[in-house]
Nanobody
Framework: QVQLQESGPGLVKPSQTLSLTCTVSGGSISTGYYYWSWFRQPPGKDRQWIGSIAYSGTDYYAPSFLGRTVIARDTAKNQYTLQLGSVTPEDTAVYYC??????????????????WGQGTQVTVSS
């Protein structure tokens, strides 16, 4: 059974870059037909899709995050990462990594995901 675990700093200063890593165990991020994604849930708001990287290495981003977000992978470590630049306090949220099979209908549809990390709190504050 695949397991996902987020890791990274819990506190980031405004204007800096938020960097998180998702470590995957029980399955390879480069074999099998899956999409590996990042979501976040700000306080009092719905969980929102940030972006994904496919088994092929192709990346996809939500329009509101395009331009300041990079999702990359390290197949040797079986990890994928999120970098979100120019953060503000509005980027404070619980960040999640998740996996969706190729049969998914939409990358931003939560119910299409079959595995989730437990989430990690990131606070943007000086």
């Amino acid at each position: 059974q695949v397991q996902l675990q987020e890791s990274g700093p819990g506190l980031v200063k405004p204007s800096q870059t938020l960097s998180l890593t998702c470590t995957v165990s029980g399955g390879s991020i480069s074999t099998g037909y899956y999409y590996w994604s990042w979501f976040r849930q700000p306080p009092g708001k719905d969980r929102q899709w940030i972006g994904s990287i496919a088994y092929s290495g192709t990346d996809y981003y939500a329009p509101s995050f395009l331009g300041r977000t990079v999702i990359a992978r390290d197949t040797a470590k079986n990890q994928y990462t999120l970098q979100l630049g120019s953060v503000t306090p509005e980027d404070t949220a619980v960040y999640y990594c998740a996996r969706a099979p190729i049969t998914m209908t939409a990358l931003d549809r939560l119910t299409d995901y079959d595995s989730w990390g437990q989430g990690t709190q990131v606070t943007v504050s000086s």
